[in-house]
């Protein structure tokens, strides 16, 4: 590592030959789709992760078949991973804490360990929501919760579809913190043959890139569930990109952030994956199903469908236009039919026609 605070794309890490083998103990709190995927990530980088669950029947069939069949099924887990569904075991003399539960059950998440977090622990947010009450982003809610400074806080985020990375499909990261130090201890835990690791100091853009795009996707959701083709959709991501960059310069996030893989990277991955639970719970709109059909048929975490209200909230607060969110908004509401939904995000400008 040479240089830090790039003014374009995240530096590379490729002179983190080394290990990071260093005694590190590393716990991930949360044993659903990316929290089970992150702790392979780690364990394949040659470290040891401790993975906190909630039920004692998923610790064992993960310390026993080296399976997570609800999240992950068809994968092999390292056997470098132990589950304890003790919170107090799991967080207990860990250095860092790797959180990946749903954005909304953060703060009592974190209320239940904090008893148990060590003086010197640092806290990495997985998490791509915001709290709906406080609108308040992950790593906020976990320096006031946990009562730890900003810089034992980062946050990861990019184009990281949990059941790709599984299968060990390539992809990269990226990691942000106010602390160089603490970005670049946790790039060099979570990298191994299949993840390449980048770190930034844009934590506001990092963590609101992954909160973005997820609205995006759900409009790309609706549609292709609406039976839109490519143009409509590509004409979405675009305006989309422009619409969350222009949100998150405004919250103090660098623009070269949103254009990077935390902020196109993952809006592109999340918008074209059928795997995405934020595609999938819109195309489900798009189809006709009303909000609370969709959240009864969703078994995992679509953040964007809770993230929609805050996002439009803040934006009216900092003045930042977001007619694709607020049509999103129109259509969990029931006040738009989906199919209306296209042909409006192409003639969102106020001032004219002018992109
Ligand atoms: N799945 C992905 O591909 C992916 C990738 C990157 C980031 N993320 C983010 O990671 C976070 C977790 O997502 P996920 O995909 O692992 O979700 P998930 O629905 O697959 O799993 C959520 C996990 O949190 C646990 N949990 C703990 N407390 C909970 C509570 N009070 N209510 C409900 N569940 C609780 C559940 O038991 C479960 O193990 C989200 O913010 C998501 O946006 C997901
Ligand atoms: O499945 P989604 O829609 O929550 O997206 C997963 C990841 O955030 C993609 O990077």
Redesign the pocket.
């Known amino acids: 590592m040479s240089e830090w605070y790039p003014t374009t794309e995240p530096i590379s890490l490729p002179d983190l030959a080394r290990s990071a083998g260093d005694g590190t103990r590393v716990t991930v709190i949360g044993a659903g789709?990316?929290g089970t995927t992150f702790a392979k990530i780690v364990a394949d980088g040659g470290h040891p992760v401790t993975l906190g669950v909630r039920r004692q029947e998923h610790a064992d069939e993960i310390n026993e078949s080296h399976r997570n069949t609800a999240y992950l099924p068809g994968i092999n887990l390292p056997e470098s991973i132990s589950a304890t569904a003790s919170l107090e075991e799991a967080v207990t003399g860990a250095d860092l804490v790797f959180l990946s539960v749903p954005a909304q059950s953060a703060r009592e998440n974190i209320e239940e360990f904090k008893p148990f977090l060590g003086g010197d622990a640092s806290i990495i947010s997985l998490m791509?929501g915001v709290e709906r009450t406080t609108g308040m982003r992950m790593s906020e809610v976990i320096s006031e919760v946990a009562e730890i400074p900003y810089d034992r806080v980062a946050v990861a985020?990019?184009?990281?579809?949990?059941l790709e990375i599984a299968r060990e499909q390539p992809t990269a990261i990226v990691v942000a913190s106010s602390s160089q130090e603490l970005a670049v201890r946790v790039a060099r835990l979570a990298r191994n043959s299949y993840l390449r690791t980048f770190v930034n100091p844009d934590v506001i853009g990092t963590e609101f890139g992954?909160v973005l795009?997820?609205l995006i996707?759900l409009a790309i959701g609706i549609a292709d569930g609406v039976g839109f083709g490519e143009n409509t959709k590509a004409s979405i991501m675009t305006r989309g990109l422009a619409e969350i960059t222009d949100f998150a310069v405004a919250m103090g996030a660098a623009r070269e952030t949103m254009m990077g893989l935390a902020g196109l990277g993952?809006l592109i991955?999340?918008c074209m994956?059928p795997?995405?639970?934020?595609?999938?719970?819109g195309r489900l709109l798009g189809q006709g199903y009303s909000y609370q059909d969709v959240t009864g048929r969703m078994a995992?975490?679509?953040?964007?469908l809770r993230s929609v209200e805050s996002i439009l909230v803040i934006a009216g607060e900092h003045r930042v236009p977001m007619p694709i969110v607020t049509q999103i908004a129109a259509v969990l509401e029931g006040r738009m039919h989906p199919a209306e939904l296209a042909p409006h995000l192409a003639t969102d400008n106020e001032s004219g026609d002018r992109e």
């Not at 995992?300 to 964007?304: D, I, M, N, P, R």
């Open positions: 789709n990316w791509k985020s990019g184009p990281n579809i949990a992954g795009k997820n996707a993952d991955a999340t994956s795997l995405s639970r934020n595609f999938t719970a995992q975490t679509a953040e964007g």
